[in-house]
């Protein structure tokens, strides 16, 4: 889950989801990770078909296919995420972000920490943010143990209950939080998370539960009944989130 905080911070919190968030969709690498959890599947010895339609369905009702895929056919995680995220070919497809570094670089610390939060297991959390070159601005990450049978994920109540936990947070209201699916956002809305955004690429084509899906389709233009925030670059968390940013 990551490294509980001893201390009592009163700062507030920004978490950061990691995968199509901090890096654009356009670099591929939900297609490249679809492809290798489909492999997964059929190596379990699923019709293509089957395979598909499984994997599809344990993303939509898990958040993540391995959490079905622990739930009901009692894999090795860790063996998933070496065969999956592990196999991926980051350095081939990521790089530096100098325009992610400066904006986290502008991030007032006095006023906020700033913590990534991700349903990957650490080694990937790690490798990626190694890659855009803005590890040493993270100042933790929360991820998704692999090495607990029963972990939890977004969208999950507890993953987020923990989540805070571990960064010694209280106050919901003080967390800051971004993503990519809204479904992860709405969650942590519901549990009175303050400031939640939704990082939506629409438009751009990506893989999802194993299916390619044109982002933002499924969701409406403008703000939300509930008042969530949509961008489509990161650096647009400047005007959405002016407050905890160096003037």
């Not at 920004?14 to 492999?39: C, F, K, P, Q």
């Not at 943010?129 to 993270?138: A, F, H, N, P, Y």
Request: charged content about 30%.
């Amino acid at each position: 889950m990551g490294v509980p905080q001893d201390e009592k911070d009163e700062r507030c919190i920004v978490w950061l989801d990691i995968d199509n968030t901090l890096y654009s969709a356009s670099a591929g690498i939900s297609h490249a990770m679809g492809e290798r959890i489909h492999a997964y599947f059929v190596g379990m010895g699923l019709p293509d078909e089957e395979a598909s339609k499984l994997h599809h369905r344990y993303y939509s009702q898990y958040g993540l296919a391995i959490r079905g895929l622990v739930r009901h056919h009692e894999i090795d995680p860790l063996d998933f995420d070496r065969k999956c995220d592990g196999s991926l070919p980051l350095e081939e497809l990521l790089k530096p972000d100098p325009v992610l570094r400066k904006l986290l670089q502008d991030i007032d610390r006095s006023k906020v920490r700033v913590w990534a939060l991700t349903n990957a297991y650490y080694t990937h959390a790690n490798r990626v943010l190694r890659i855009l070159g803005v590890d040493d601005l993270i100042e933790g990450v929360v991820f998704c143990d692999y090495s607990d049978p029963e972990f939890n994920c977004k969208p999950e109540p507890e993953f987020y209950h923990n989540a805070m936990r571990v960064a010694n947070v209280t106050e919901p209201e003080k967390c800051y939080f971004v993503d990519d699916s809204l479904a992860n956002i709405k969650a942590a809305r519901k549990l009175g998370w303050g400031h939640c955004v939704h990082f939506c690429e629409r438009g751009l084509l990506h893989v999802e539960g194993g299916k390619p899906k044109y982002i933002g389709s499924d969701v409406k233009e403008g703000p939300d009944t509930e008042g969530i925030a949509a961008i489509t670059k990161v650096d647009e968390l400047r005007t959405v989130w002016p407050e905890i940013f160096k003037h």
